[in-house]
């Protein structure tokens, strides 16, 4: 389906755990040219859900930094765990249509009753046709079938993935209560109405069971375009897991011409100096993603 002729609504969806580092930064500056440049709206949505992850500190810090970057969003902010009720009602949506079950089975057990399996994160299927047990806390896995889920990614070309076969069902909603990423990202994209998610790489392999979501909700599926993410030069993922630092926020126009840089936009030399503003407004008015077609990582 074709969503050309609608304005361009895009997100940022840091979630809390840590001040922003470079690699954040750099998807959202991303984000940010890639809505700009298409005059459309770029959205700012706390993902806060995984409550024992979140980080005291973070959501100021996130909001600052974005700000000192110049990276203004449209709209107020969306906190995930400010609704609460909505990802209940659309379990409840799919609980009826029969795709939902309740499992008990824990990471342990899992481990060693289907090793292979486990490994790769595949679920064996245990629990799919028993009752809700009585008195034992359960998670709500979705049921998933061999069908080929398929999308042309913005940068990345054309991925299919069987998600049977890849990921068997997978968890909607924790044992501990929380409601899972791959689901609430479905039911917030479309609650903000967004149609164009630009995000990391490494959200690459999450997308088809977000797809297989929004089909089962009867929900538009967005256009995405996942952009490289930052490794250092040991290869690692610049994350809040390897504790890289949070952004240094003295000098944010140089931080900018080199995440320009990074993403491939070659800024002349003579903005090296420039102030923030007159930075972006360059990039928003170059802005090209296509120099980063099928990069999976770029090393700082
Ligand atoms: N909250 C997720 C993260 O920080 C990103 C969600 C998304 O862009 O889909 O990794
Ligand atoms: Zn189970």
Same mark, same amino acid.
């Given at each position: 389906?074709?969503?050309?002729?609608?304005?361009?609504?895009?997100?940022?969806?840091?979630?809390?755990?840590?001040?922003?580092?470079?690699?954040?930064?750099?998807?959202?500056?991303?984000?940010?040219?890639?809505?700009?440049?298409?005059?459309?709206?770029?959205?700012?949505?706390?993902?806060?859900?995984?409550?024992?992850?979140?980080?005291?500190?973070? *959501?100021? $810090?996130? !909001?600052?930094?974005? %700000?000192?970057?110049?990276?203004?969003?449209?709209?107020?902010?969306?906190? /995930?765990?400010?609704?609460?009720?909505?990802?209940?009602?659309?379990?409840?949506?799919?609980?009826?249509?029969?795709?939902?079950?309740?499992?008990?089975?824990?990471?342990?057990?899992?481990?060693?009753?289907?090793?292979?399996?486990?490994?790769?994160?595949?679920?064996?299927?245990?629990?799919?046709?028993?009752?809700?047990?009585?008195?034992?806390?359960?998670?709500?896995?979705?049921?998933?079938?061999?069908?080929?889920?398929?999308?042309?990614?913005?940068?990345?070309?054309?991925?299919?993935?069987?998600?049977?076969?890849?990921h068997g069902d997978f968890i909607l909603k924790r044992k501990d209560g929380i409601i899972a990423y791959q689901f609430a990202v479905v039911v917030?994209?479309?609650?903000?109405? *967004?149609? $164009?998610? !630009?995000?990391?790489? %490494?959200?690459?392999?999450?997308?088809?069971?977000?797809?297989?979501?929004? /089909?089962?909700?009867?929900?538009?599926?967005?256009?995405?375009?996942?952009?490289?993410i930052i490794i250092d030069t040991q290869g690692y993922k610049l994350s809040k897991q390897t504790l890289a630092q949070a952004v240094d926020l003295?000098?944010?126009?140089?931080?900018?011409?080199?995440?320009?840089?990074?993403?491939?936009?070659?800024?002349?030399?003579?903005?090296?100096?420039?102030?923030?503003?007159?930075?972006?407004?360059?990039?928003?008015?170059?802005?090209?993603?296509?120099?980063?077609?099928?990069?999976?990582?770029i090393s700082r």
């Amino acid at each position: 389906m074709s969503q050309d002729k609608q304005p361009y609504i895009g997100r940022f969806a840091p979630s809390p755990t840590g001040p922003l580092h470079f690699g954040s930064l750099y998807t959202a500056l991303a984000g940010f040219l890639q809505a700009r440049s298409q005059k459309g709206k770029w959205l700012l949505r706390i993902d806060d859900l995984d409550t024992p992850r979140n980080a005291k500190g973070s *959501i100021d $810090h996130i !909001l600052k930094t974005l %700000d000192i970057f110049g990276l203004h969003w449209d709209d107020s902010v969306y906190f /995930q765990s400010h609704n609460l009720d909505v990802y209940e009602d659309a379990l409840h949506e799919l609980t009826e249509n029969r795709l939902i079950f309740a499992c008990t089975c824990s990471r342990k057990m899992l481990t060693e009753t289907h090793p292979e399996q486990a490994q790769s994160d595949i679920y064996p299927g245990i629990c799919r046709d028993r009752p809700p047990p009585p008195h034992t806390a359960y998670a709500f896995r979705i049921k998933t079938d061999n069908r080929i889920i398929s999308f042309q990614d913005g940068l990345q070309g054309f991925i299919a993935q069987n998600l049977a076969e890849q990921h068997g069902d997978f968890i909607l909603k924790r044992k501990d209560g929380i409601i899972a990423y791959q689901f609430a990202v479905v039911v917030d994209d479309h609650r903000q109405q *967004i149609n $164009h998610v !630009l995000r990391g790489f %490494d959200l690459l392999d999450s997308t088809p069971k977000q797809i297989y979501l929004q /089909q089962q909700l009867g929900l538009a599926t967005p256009q995405y375009m996942h952009v490289p993410i930052i490794i250092d030069t040991q290869g690692y993922k610049l994350s809040k897991q390897t504790l890289a630092q949070a952004v240094d926020l003295k000098a944010p126009n140089k931080l900018i011409f080199e995440l320009l840089t990074l993403l491939k936009q070659a800024p002349p030399d003579e903005l090296k100096h420039a102030e923030t503003t007159e930075l972006l407004n360059w990039a928003i008015a170059h802005w090209n993603p296509n120099p980063l077609e099928k990069l999976r990582a770029i090393s700082r």
